[in-house]
């Protein structure tokens, strides 16, 4: 069903009369055409990392991504003149809904040209989807949850983004905020180099908690993967639960989560901290992958020849940069020094392995104990992502 | 210079076919077993592909009429009609159709393919306009081609589209709507209260075949005109014996001048040898077996909705039927012939029905049932579909919760069609051909094209090889034991898989 996003924004006072149609995804071919639109778009955006094209496809698939066995995502073209010119999902996640006790919409995947006549086609198509779902306000973008790559980029576009962080053209936040959305929360992403010391008095702390305590860190054993991944699982959906946004993962989600992870990480980088054998705190950092990504070029095949592979390969060997993704403690052994022990010995690891530096990210704007942490390790606030909100 | 031969020598469906064991066509019956049951092959099937709706062709008073009138007459009357071909016999018949259909004329013709290239060939002028079904029998198809009129298909009971049409049309040409009565295929009715009624604001005359539903809807089992209660609005019925009349022929009936002309006039008809006489006097018994047995009907119906139940209770699309025609949507036509196959295997004869029949992907095994099916029978068939389904991955191994009953076309019910399911209507309308890949769109193909197509496959084998787990390695490790078990279906899969490279999928390349 065609819907003519004039007639759809009618809560707009006056809307411009626009030839944008948004359609929704049905055929094989609109799918391709939702997942291939990225590629043109940043097609002349030095930052862009594309990721593999069958990797996004995977992911829109709903036998292949584990969370659609729980949430509902509908997709959303806009086209004009017949081309491409814009895509959307409506999202649905009824677990963060059950998590949080709110009835809230979401959207994601938004890609778009500049252009606010076809963003505002866009938000109608999603905040029409979201509103027949029973939600009042919608929130994003959100590609489908926290647990994946999320929000917007509003401030830090000379850098290229890191592994499993968002990037955006500079327009959209203006885009958002001309559709009438304001501002749901800032995360922050933080640069560290390894040649930076930590300071002497948090090595000196570290080093006392860590005989005080009993605390030993040790690298994930990749032999017995299996029940690592559980003992991590657990550790990750019982740290993260008073954070705002957060959803714990299904298992699915989790398992599936990690067999992707697990052709990218590093050993030496993820670290269980046990007190009394007890795995209470774990950190995982990974090789930034994306300049090895954006060798591949979004393909591990070129005319049926492996050259994407690899490219992807002999870039893998020359990655300098890590980004630290999750650090958690479990209730009742945070405040104790353990997030600065495993920091050291990430930093350790780092160095020994030859690593420059790298980023950490995300972080809640409003989580100023682990921001301040960060700080005080010598990090850089460099990078600003924003999600935002509004009624339906 | 190209040999006119070289087509046939370069047709591969039928070789790929055969090599592959699923060719379903020109199956021999050895034996008849009551006619509800068959022999092919040597193996003892139940019958449940044929329009012997009324169970009438091996009714004993049937085949004494038969025989009576071969000892009479002979065995063929050598001639057409116009000359030497009419016997009494052709009279009385004509007589008593013409009669039993409450119109005042009727004319039986040697088949009822030719009963409609006749109508057709003989009704349409050069300035008429023919407004049909896309769904609409071939034979119709055919006969107007043979015309000289003028066609416009409509989209299958799509009445908005149907009276679009009509207006469009030039106010003063001469109109005609024709449609099946019973959709052969999907076993659905045509919406004629509302294609009567177009008919009388735009002018136009109305020609029902109502091949399928003559004998099995209606009160008296005078059709499709009957069950709807109009009778005196549709202008020609057009019927065949060799469903519920337990014969061959057809029989166009309307006013006397309209049938008289087209006695005349028809060159199917009047170059035509006549009907046996063996197969007047079974169609003239089975008439009478039609006026005086109505519980046929009610029984007919009675399994028709038992089977639609039936399949449905298992998970089955049966469609938008209401009548005794079962159609069970399979998609694929491979799959559809694999399907047929195990079905044949299991003890049950049904027909495969694939493009250009329906739409690409739209495949189906056509059932039809007759009055004379003992519920052993019926048992039989569900129990074999349900086998071969569940083997299959057509329907689920656990039968789902709930489904929605049937509507069968009992008189006095006006039920024209079921709800569609979301896929029904999808591939019936044609939209499921793009999923697949026929060969008409490989031929449209530049080098180039299929090349990136070519390409793709790799892309996505390589992404596929690079995320291989552990289990699946383990699971991958099992699978020439599999195959090995699983050896005969090979060529079957295969050519599923493979088929749209080869087979055409029924969609002509546009030019």
Redesign the interface.
């Known amino acids: 069903m065609a819907v003519p996003a004039a007639k759809m924004s009618q809560r707009e006072p006056a809307p411009a009369p626009s030839d944008v149609t948004v359609t929704p995804v049905q055929s094989p071919r609109d799918r391709d055409a939702f997942v291939l639109f990225p590629y043109e778009l940043y097609r002349d955006d030095p930052n862009f990392v594309p990721p593999l094209l069958m990797e996004r496809k995977d992911f829109l698939d709903p036998r292949k991504n584990p969370w659609f066995q729980f949430g509902k995502a509908a997709l959303f073209l806009a086209r004009r003149g017949g081309q491409v010119v814009g895509r959307i999902a409506g999202v649905n996640d009824p677990r963060y809904n059950e998590f949080h006790g709110t009835r809230l919409g979401a959207f994601g995947m938004f890609e778009c040209a500049d252009d606010v006549r076809v963003a505002r086609a866009l938000f109608e198509a999603a905040a029409t989807w979201c509103g027949a779902q029973g939600f009042g306000r919608m929130i994003g973008p959100m590609n489908f949850s926290t647990n994946y790559e999320c929000s917007v980029l509003v401030e830090g576009f000379d850098a290229p983004p890191v592994v499993m962080m968002a990037y955006n053209p500079r327009y959209y936040p203006a885009l958002y905020e001309a559709c009438g959305f304001k501002k749901a929360k800032d995360l922050w992403a933080w640069e560290l180099s390894s040649s930076v010391a930590p300071p002497e008095k948090v090595a000196r702390i570290a080093e006392k908690v860590r005989q005080r305590e009993g605390v030993v860190v040790r690298a994930v054993n990749m032999k017995d993967f299996e029940s690592e991944v559980r003992r991590v699982k657990e550790i990750y959906n019982s740290a993260w639960e008073k954070n705002w946004g957060f959803v714990p993962m299904t298992d699915a989600e989790f398992d599936h989560m990690a067999r992707e992870l697990k052709q990218l990480v590093v050993p030496k980088l993820l670290l269980l901290a046990e007190v009394k054998g007890e795995p209470v705190a774990f950190s995982m950092t990974l090789p930034d992958a994306n300049p090895a990504l954006k060798a591949a070029g979004g393909r591990l095949t070129r005319f049926g020849l492996p050259i994407g592979l690899v490219k992807l390969l002999l870039a893998a060997r020359r990655i300098k940069r890590l980004r630290l993704i999750t650090l958690g403690i479990k209730e009742g052994y945070r405040r104790r020094g353990l997030d600065a022990i495993l920091y050291l010995d990430t930093l350790k690891a780092a160095r020994e392995l030859g690593y420059t530096g790298g980023e950490i990210s995300w972080t809640l704007e409003d989580n100023h104990l682990v921001n301040r942490a960060i700080e005080s390790m010598g990090g850089r606030k460099y990078k600003t992502y924003r999600i935002y909100e509004r009624a339906i | 210079m190209a040999d006119i031969f070289d087509k046939c020598a370069s047709w591969k469906d039928y070789k790929i076919a055969k090599a592959t064991g699923l060719y379903p066509y020109f199956r021999a019956i050895q034996a008849i077993h009551g006619s509800t049951e068959v022999e092919i092959e040597g193996r003892r099937v139940v019958m449940a592909g044929s329009n012997n709706y009324l169970g009438l062709a091996s009714d004993p008073r049937v085949k004494e009429a038969a025989l009576s009138a071969l000892k009479r007459f002979g065995t063929t009357c050598s001639g057409s009609r116009l000359l030497n071909g009419t016997l009494e016999l052709h009279e009385e018949l004509e007589a008593r159709l013409a009669r039993f259909l409450n119109r005042e004329a009727a004319v039986v013709v040697s088949t009822g393919f030719q009963t409609n290239l006749a109508a057709m060939s003989a009704l349409l002028g050069r300035h008429d306009v023919v407004f049909s079904d896309r769904a609409n029998h071939a034979s119709l198809v055919d006969g107007i081609r043979l015309s000289f009129g003028e066609e416009r298909k409509y989209r299958h009971n799509d009445m908005e589209n149907l009276e679009s049409l009509l207006a469009a049309a030039k106010p003063n040409a001469g109109k005609l709507i024709a449609s099946d009565g019973v959709f052969s295929m999907e076993g659905d009715l045509c919406n004629l209260p509302k294609i009567v009624e177009l008919a009388q604001k735009y002018g136009a005359r109305v020609l029902v075949d109502d091949a399928h539903g003559l004998g099995v809807l209606g009160a008296h089992g005078r059709g499709t005109s009957e069950y709807f209660g109009l009778e005196a609005q549709t202008d020609v019925v057009m019927g065949t014996f060799s469903k519920s009349f337990a014969s061959l022929g057809g029989v166009l009936a309307g006013p006397f001048e309209v049938i008289n002309y087209i006695k005349h006039k028809a060159r199917p008809i009047i170059f035509s040898a006549s009907i046996t006489p063996a197969s007047v006097a079974s169609a003239l018994e089975a008439l009478e077996i039609v006026e005086s047995e109505p519980q046929r009907r009610s029984r007919l119906l009675d399994i028709a909705e038992k089977m639609h139940n039936g399949f449905r209770a298992m998970g089955f699309d049966t469609g938008v039927s209401v009548t005794p025609v079962v159609p069970v949507l399979i998609g694929d036509q491979v799959k559809c012939f694999r399907f047929w196959k195990a079905l044949f295997e299991t003890g049950v004869f049904a027909n495969p029905v694939i493009p250009p029949a329906v739409e690409p992907g739209h495949a189906l095994i056509r059932t039809s049932y007759m009055a004379t099916h003992t519920d052993e029978q019926l048992d039989r068939v569900l129990d074999a579909f349900e086998r071969v389904g569940r083997k299959m991955g057509i329907i689920p191994h656990a039968r789902p919760s709930t489904y929605v009953p049937v509507k069968v076309a009992r008189p006095g019910s006006f039920v024209r069609a079921n709800q569609a399911s979301q896929r029904w209507a999808k591939t019936s309308a044609g939209l499921a051909a793009?999923?697949g890949f026929s060969l008409g769109q490989l031929t449209k193909l530049s080098s180039r094209e299929m090349?990136n197509k070519?390409?793709d496959a790799?892309?996505?084998l390589?992404?596929r090889a690079?995320n291989l787990?552990p289990e699946d390695l383990k699971r991958l490790s099992k699978t020439p034991l599999r195959l090995w078990e699983r050896r005969g279906e090979i060529p079957g899969l295969l050519l599923e898989k493979g088929a749209n490279l080869f087979i055409k999928n029924g969609k002509q390349p546009e030019a």
């Open positions: 793009e999923q090349a070519l390409f790799v892309e996505t390589t992404w690079a787990q």
